[in-house]
């Protein structure tokens, strides 16, 4: 089991799915991800445990896989990027945005939620980066 943040979820579920769409179903996931109208409703700083992400079932093959596997296998074919997750006090966000764009790094999605996920008992922290 790894913890991810909800940001790191969407980036996955928006930018790295396995196969095309319609091909790959995720079920099962212990958290809301999208509303019945497929917004995103998962808060981008909730911290997630792969482990109850659920599983991706391909149609094409008939496989069922659990999430924490494909996580695992995501992250260990990117590990020339890494993704990070950093709690900045409110007053410093803007200096540690343009330290990072000076280094050319950039985030996932600006905007974070500061909602926390069902099961994390962290009260309003402020905006993860």
Not at 29 to 48: N, T, V
Not at 113 to 124: F, I, Q, S
């Amino acid at each position: 089991m790894t913890k991810i943040t909800g940001a790191q979820f969407k980036d996955f579920y928006q930018n790295h799915w396995p196969g095309k769409p319609g091909e790959v179903w995720h079920e099962d996931s212990e958290y809301e991800i999208e509303d019945e109208q497929g917004r995103w409703i998962l808060p981008l700083d909730a911290i997630l445990e792969t482990n109850r992400l659920g599983y991706l079932h391909y149609d094409r093959t008939n496989e069922t896989r659990d999430f924490d596997t494909v996580w695992e296998e995501f992250v260990s074919e990117r590990r020339g990027d890494m993704i990070l997750t950093l709690r900045v006090p409110a007053g410093k966000l803007e200096g540690l945005r343009a330290a990072l764009s000076e280094l050319g790094i950039s985030p996932i999605e600006e905007g974070l939620d500061t909602h926390p996920a069902p099961g994390d008992d962290r009260e309003g922290e402020g905006p993860a980066v």
